[in-house]
């Protein structure tokens, strides 16, 4: 066994994962699994710059994970960051601030690299499954950035591209600085034409309709499962391994994009940091499974963290 901590941040959030590994089963058994809504990418969509207060909120949360690492006793840490500071022009701030945090530099991977980690972390325990059919698609609908990747064993395939549920709904539904409720029609469909865009690109290098079994990760898709499910709170368990048909997520993303946001606050398994922007992060997970086909969504609670991990062990 390996005690092995990861990290990794992105537009959103910053989650930490401290867990055994076991190289020879493959399994990495969770000693503290979190998530912190820090919202990192606020504005840089339209100032290319950190804003702030958003570092500071990202670096409070590095304290309390640096407690928990040290508590648990982590032998190795690897923390990795995605969309939002890989586009700003201030990342070294960033950078200096979580090296003093942590003690490691925090890697800026390239959106190739995070959907490797990505595909890594939702498939390796899917191996085997006889109701799993491959070539797998995962997709990872991240706050700044959306990664598909298609494989089997390993990546045959994987483009990054910017959309994201942060980035669409500062992009297209905040309206003198105030997040549409419920949005004007014309700016959702704004909002899918962006969609359509980069399904266009990522269908460029990934062939999306050739898998057989679509594999949804992050929080947009997660939540989309818990309210499917109609969950009284959130419960990893359940949600981890859920099927939700397409018919379904359509039902829910209509019926987020309608809502008032008081109406999606009071959704009992709703993450109040995902309010805002969920009915974005749905509308992303229906376009794709419309482009691609897909009956249903596997939803996965291991995805990049689970990644990271295992390359860390």
């Not at 959030?13 to 590994?21: C, G, K, M, N």
């Not at 994201?164 to 949005?183: A, F, N, S």
Request: with cysteine; net charge negative.
């Amino acid at each position: 066994m390996t005690r092995v901590a990861a990290i990794d941040c992105g537009t959103n959030s910053i989650r930490l994962l401290v867990a055994d590994a076991d190289p020879v089963t493959g399994e990495l058994t969770d000693l503290d699994r979190r998530m912190t809504i820090v919202r990192l990418g606020q504005g840089v969509d339209r100032t290319g710059r950190l804003a702030p207060e958003a570092l500071e909120r990202t670096f409070a949360a590095c304290r309390e994970y640096a407690a928990a690492i040290k508590e648990y006793g982590a032998e190795r840490l690897r923390f990795v960051a995605t969309s939002a500071s890989r586009d700003a022009e201030n990342r070294d701030d960033f950078v200096r601030g979580v090296l003093d945090i942590l003690g490691v530099e925090p890697e800026v991977i390239t959106g190739d690299q995070e959907a490797e980690f990505s595909f890594t972390g939702a498939t390796r325990e899917l191996a085997g499954r006889a109701d799993l059919t491959r070539p797998y698609l995962v997709v990872d609908i991240g706050g700044g950035s959306t990664e598909f990747v298609v494989g089997d064993d390993h990546v045959r395939a994987a483009r990054s591209v910017d959309v994201g549920c942060v980035r669409m709904t500062e992009r297209h539904l905040v309206h003198e600085g105030k997040v549409d409720d419920p949005p004007a029609e014309e700016r959702i469909a704004a909002i899918r034409a962006d969609i359509e865009a980069a399904l266009d690109l990522a269908e460029e290098t990934v062939p999306l309709r050739e898998a057989h079994t679509l594999v949804g990760l992050a929080g947009s898709v997660t939540t989309v499962s818990a309210i499917a499910q109609e969950l009284p709170e959130y419960d990893s368990a359940r949600i981890h391994h859920s099927r939700i048909s397409r018919d379904r997520v359509r039902e829910i993303t209509e019926w987020l994009l309608r809502s008032t946001h008081a109406e999606r606050a009071a959704v009992p398994s709703m993450h109040p940091g995902r309010v805002d922007v969920i009915g974005a992060g749905a509308l992303v997970l229906l376009a794709i499974m419309e482009r691609t086909g897909a009956e249903e969504v596997v939803v996965s609670e291991h995805d990049i963290l689970d990644g990271i991990a295992w390359s860390v062990a």
